[in-house]
């Protein structure tokens, strides 16, 4: 690093003890970090060659018969090392030599002699006999008194020099010398206190950054804990007296001692880096100088070469001790943010070039004053005075959710409190409905069976069935289950938890997560008839649905009580496989299929992430990370456990499914990352292309789909990629409403009709396929949820054409643009009657109604109410009141020329025939809601109803 005033620092030499060892040495004297943590009192440094003896560098005590030799230099005042010592005895006859004791280099330093002064051998050999004669003389008292004054105070690195704490006091009350002979280890001006507090800082936020890391990454077994800083209670106190610079100066030095000091010999980070990452912000800030003055600063690069200063070399610079220096500070990191700002910055010449285009992220460094408004995606801080007010009603972290849209759209946000406000009206009040299943699991719950002969029937029938079994759920087998049917249940259907050993449990885990599994597999479907024999064994088994869910949970609390037993692999596997079913159900309560990311939590406690050999458990860990991605992309979550600081990327990929769409959830992965960062503004360019380049991954996908399991497996796929193309085209379309940019919004919007279309198309197709017959289950939910998605971003369209022209600009509207604006929610609304006459023919066919379906269904009745209302002549002055609420809602189709209006008519009209044709419609007698001034809502279905929308 380059000193402050433009000179290299040149380092003094390390110990001859890390020299032979041929290790890092922090050079601190007497005695190094290395010599200190090994016990090796005999630390040593080897004579310095810019340094005279009488440098204050080491203030060390020099016996009297040396100082004789030496001529001309005036005396210095002795440290206080040398003023408490005993008076020198007198030599000992040579007849009689006396032991050699250990030498203390912390009460007698080695003298540092110069390469010009050597002393004869026969003189040498009589100063170190009265040097160990000294050390046996002294008491033991004064040795601990000397020790404590002398304590080891914990170095503050700089770059290529350390600056000692009590060398530096030591050193405060030193003569002026001439600069080339200044210390290495004392601060030469005032102006190092900024880089001492700069240090502090990211101290702190290293400290802070790792602590983070060692929550969400477990390490493997058997790591050894390493101590990366000295806490503020065990460090030695600084005194309170200032510390003035070396030139005799007043300007006291702002001397910094904060919660954490680094330990050179542990921590994994440099001064250098420390500066390193204050390079960015430093620049940054040169940025916004140059925007307030107007002037164009001649240079905004900054780095810590300097290019006019040329790298020393021959004589003068010792490659040695720069290899030396450098081995102690890079073989225990990883990617180093210097060497990879220091690759960035140089060319091929080895010369600085000019700074690469991505060093300064202006929406992450710059302030947002200076920022162009829009440039910037900030939809998602909308109504947020409202939503602190009333924090339920928001999912911050799950940004793909109807409860965030709601939020953030001001129309479906006006729309929910006149939901509310029926409700409020008539005391309704939501009831807590009883769930038999968690409010019978306790201590004394049994785990029951059906009878061997009806499991025996389920199970082949899932095996006829899920034919791709192997390929999809890798972590169940079948075929193991069924001997494991016939040697466990054959006397017994009934058993005593805490009477069964882990393998027991375990077995039963899974054979009741099966056998829920085959009841998914045949109420998900409409394709798969059941013959009378058939549809007998699927009533008993939906009979007996809640007993097995009482199974899975009361297995999982009596092996948590087993504390050993929760880390053995078997049980892991049946932990996976209930989280796998929990994502699939819907039958499932919500107190009992809570999230909490168990099965990701205890495969990094086993270590999981780290396997490299057993197959078994590297198949194991594929199939956790793709359920745990699913789950967590298709809610918009950011997946905490798949950045590489915890170890995602380790393990090889066994599953050849999950290894083809590893692409596209990583790119899932890192646009909701950048949708949800807190640390800068979001670029709605950044937006746009992280959107093109999620669909460019799923173009790639779609074409290795070859196979009947990668078929079925890329419908799942699918279905995330599109729940997140709606939600991000939505989101555009609401920042440039916010913008009242409506040449982005025209573009957008003919990018979104075409995806609405695609979307209803793929749902319906999906579940008239035959091919995935029996395979519903896997994406069935998935399937509802989305239908339910795209109805409310509908119904946001519907009423911005409704409500178009309700406020001052109504008066500057022609009657063409009030009819094109009308027919454009007209068209809307008659999609979503569509909608609900397939989803209501659907739910004729199924042998159970899935409760994702009957929400969609609910939903849509409590929309066409609301349109009745609208429409209604007879009920002009409830229209008129609804109309007043949504009056001054910034409107952006009030502003799109009325030919764009048409087209996009058109557009919607071919989604319409598409959907259903107008000839087999109008034959059908559309659906006439009932109760439309509660927006068909009554004190009986209120339940359902407020269920719909959350």
């Known amino acids: 690093m380059a000193e402050l005033n433009g000179k290299r620092a040149k380092r003094p030499p390390a110990c001859i003890q890390c020299r032979k060892r041929k290790i890092g040495c922090d050079r601190v004297k007497p005695i190094c970090g290395n010599c200190r943590k090994g016990n090796k009192p005999n630390c040593s440094f080897p004579s310095d060659s810019g340094l005279s003896p009488q440098s204050p560098a080491a203030p060390l005590a020099v016996p009297e018969t040396h100082q004789h030799q030496r001529a001309a230099p005036p005396p210095r005042p002795q440290p206080q090392l040398q003023r408490q010592r005993q008076p020198q005895p007198q030599p000992q006859?040579?007849?009689?030599?006396?032991?050699?004791?250990?030498?203390?280099?912390?009460?007698?330093?080695?003298?540092?002699?110069?390469?010009?002064?050597?002393?004869?051998?026969?003189?040498?050999?009589?100063?170190?006999?009265?040097?160990?004669?000294?050390?046996?003389?002294?008491?033991?008292?004064?040795?601990?008194?000397?020790?404590?004054?002398?304590?080891?105070?914990?170095?503050?690195?700089?770059?290529?020099?350390?600056?000692?704490?009590?060398?530096?006091?030591?050193?405060?009350?030193?003569?002026?010398?001439?600069?080339?002979?200044?210390?290495?280890?004392?601060?030469?001006?005032?102006?190092?206190?900024?880089?001492?507090?700069?240090?502090?800082?990211?101290?702190?936020?290293?400290?802070?950054?790792?602590s983070n890391q060692r929550i969400f990454s477990a390490p493997p077994k058997n790591t050894p804990k390493t101590q990366s800083y000295i806490p503020r209670s065990a460090a030695p106190r600084l005194e309170k007296n200032p510390v003035q610079s070396l030139a005799n100066t007043n300007v006291e030095l702002n001397w910094v001692q904060g919660p954490a000091i680094f330990d050179p010999a542990d921590t994994p980070y440099t001064p250098r880096d420390a500066v390193l990452t204050e390079l960015p912000l430093l620049q940054a800030r040169l940025f916004e100088l140059q925007a307030i003055t107007g002037k164009q600063l001649d240079s905004t690069y900054l780095s810590l070469e300097d290019p006019s200063v040329a790298r020393p070399t021959g004589e003068d610079y010792d490659d040695e001790e720069d290899d030396d220096y450098d081995s102690n500070n890079t073989d225990n990191r990883s990617q180093r943010l210097s060497t990879l700002d220091h690759q960035q910055q140089l060319g091929s010449g080895g010369k600085p070039t000019s700074p690469p285009a991505n060093s300064i992220d202006e929406f992450r460094d710059l302030d947002p004053t200076f920022l162009d408004p829009n440039e910037v995606f900030s939809i998602f801080q909308k109504n947020a005075s409202v939503i602190d007010e009333n924090p339920i009603l928001d999912s911050p972290s799950s940004i793909f959710t109807l409860k965030f849209l709601r939020n953030r759209d001001d129309f479906l946000f006006k729309f929910m409190e006149i939901f509310r406000g029926i409700y409020g009206e008539h005391d309704w009040e939501v009831r807590d409905i009883p769930d038999p299943v968690a409010n019978n699991i306790n201590d004394k719950s049994l785990i029951r069976f059906p009878f061997p002969l009806q499991c025996l029937a389920v199970i082949k029938k899932y095996i006829d069935i899920v034919k791709e079994s192997g390929s999809l759920i890798p972590i169940l087998d079948p075929v193991d289950l069924l001997k494991a049917l016939e040697r466990e249940l054959v006397n017994n259907q009934t058993f005593v938890p805490k009477d069964l050993t882990l393998s027991q449990l375990v077995t039963f885990g899974l054979l009741s997560l099966c056998l829920l599994l085959t009841f998914e597999t045949l109420s998900s479907t409409v394709l798969i008839v059941l013959k009378d024999a058939q549809l007998d064994m699927f009533k008993q088994l939906q009979q007996f649905l809640p007993f097995l869910l009482i199974n899975v949970q009361v297995i999982k609390l009596e092996v948590q009580k087993r504390a050993p037993s929760t880390e053995s692999v078997d049980y892991l596997k049946f932990l996976a496989l209930m989280k796998y079913y929990y994502s699939l159900t819907s039958f499932a309560s919500n107190r009992i299929s809570l999230d909490f990311d168990e099965d990701m939590h205890l495969a990094r406690h086993q270590s999981l992430n780290c396997e490299q050999k057993n197959e078994q458990q590297i198949q194991l860990w594929n199939f956790i990370c793709k359920n745990y991605l699913r789950r967590h992309l298709f809610r918009g979550q950011y997946p905490v456990f798949t950045s590489p600081e915890c170890g995602f990327g380790s393990t090889p990929i066994a599953d050849l499914l999950f290894r083809k769409e590893l692409d596209m959830l990583n790119s899932h992965t890192d646009l909701i990352k950048y949708l949800q960062s807190k640390d800068h503004i979001i670029s709605l360019k950044r937006v746009i292309l992280s959107r093109d380049s999620l669909k460019t991954k799923y173009a790639d996908l779609s074409r290795k789909c070859l196979t009947p399991a990668s078929l079925i497996n890329g419908v799942v796929d699918s279905l995330i990629y599109r729940n997140t193309s709606l939600y991000v085209s939505y989101f555009l379309l609401l920042q440039y409403e916010e913008l009242n940019d409506v040449e982005n919004f025209v573009e957008c919007y003919k990018e979104f009709l075409p995806l609405i279309q695609d979307t209803i198309f793929f749902v319906f197709s999906n579940l008239a396929n035959k091919n995935f017959a029996g395979y519903e289950f896997l994406f069935i939910n998935q399937l509802f949820t989305l239908m339910s998605t795209f109805s409310d971003m509908i119904f946001g369209l519907y009423c911005r054409g409704n409500f178009a022209y309700t406020n001052n600009t109504a008066s500057e509207a022609s009657d063409a643009e009030r009819t094109e604006t009308q027919q454009h929610s007209d068209l809307w609304i008659l999609i979503l009657r569509k909608l609900f006459m397939l989803l209501f023919d659907y739910s004729k066919n199924c042998k159970i109604v899935n409760p994702l379906l009957l929400k969609t269904t609910n939903k849509i009745v409590i929309i066409l109410s609301f349109d009745s209302i609208l429409n209604d002549e007879t009920k002009t002055e409830k229209a008129a009141n609804i109309k007043s609420m949504f009056s001054g809602t910034n409107n952006i189709f009030e502003r799109i020329p009325m030919n764009r209006i048409t087209q996009f008519n058109v557009k919607i009209k071919s989604i319409s025939e598409s959907l259903i044709n107008s000839d087999f419609y109008n034959r059908r007698e559309p659906f006439k809601p009932t109760e439309t001034e509660t927006l068909s809502v009554t004190k009986d279905n209120f339940q359902r109803c407020y269920e719909s929308f959350l």
Request: charged share 20%.
């Open 93 to 210: 006859p040579q007849t009689q030599p006396q032991p050699q004791p250990q030498r203390l280099p912390i009460l007698q330093p080695q003298q540092q002699q110069h390469p010009k002064q050597k002393l004869p051998k026969q003189q040498r050999i009589s100063l170190q006999q009265q040097q160990q004669q000294q050390h046996v003389q002294l008491s033991q008292r004064q040795q601990q008194q000397l020790r404590s004054k002398h304590r080891f105070t914990p170095p503050i690195k700089q770059d290529r020099f350390v600056i000692h704490k009590s060398s530096a006091r030591e050193s405060s009350h030193t003569p002026p010398i001439k600069e080339k002979h200044l210390a290495k280890n004392v601060p030469r001006s005032s102006d190092l206190s900024a880089l001492q507090q700069i240090k502090e800082y990211n101290t702190k936020m290293e400290l802070l950054r790792v």
